[in-house]
């Protein structure tokens, strides 16, 4: 059983940055998938960003060139590095590991507002 723990939401102005951390425990996680997902309020939850276990990238396409996915094998932690954000990025962030189709385990979530 994996346990994922998000941190680093909060309220920026349009044009700033977060940095999202996801702290994992109680598996191997360096042989997982790792993703982030988010929703928004009244809608579905949707793929923002993955990082395979050997480092392949993939992103949503509004947020390709602002938002850089990373991790930390010796940390078991997964990072969403957030540049330039728009209050369209306001919603609940979750961290989630395996299969960015269809994720293993997710964490509580993360509040990201952005005020424009």
């Known amino acids: 059983q994996v346990q994922l723990v998000e941190s680093g939401g909060g309220l920026v102005q349009a044009g700033g940055s977060l940095r999202l951390s996801c702290a994992a425990s109680?598996?191997?996680?360096?042989?997982?998938?790792m993703n982030w997902f988010r929703q928004a309020p009244g809608k579905e939850r949707e793929f923002v960003a993955a990082?395979?276990?050997?480092?392949?990238?993939s992103y949503k396409d509004s947020v390709k060139g602002r938002f850089t996915i990373s991790r930390d094998n010796a940390r078991n932690t997964v990072y969403l590095q957030m540049n330039s954000l728009k209050p369209e990025d306001t919603a609940v962030y979750y961290c989630?590991?395996?299969?960015?189709?269809?994720?293993?385990?997710w964490g509580q979530g993360t509040q990201v507002t952005v005020s424009s």
């Open positions: 990082i395979s276990w050997s480092g392949n990238r």
């Open positions: 109680g598996g191997t996680f360096s042989l997982y998938s």
């Open positions: 989630s590991a395996g299969p960015s189709m269809r994720p293993n385990y």
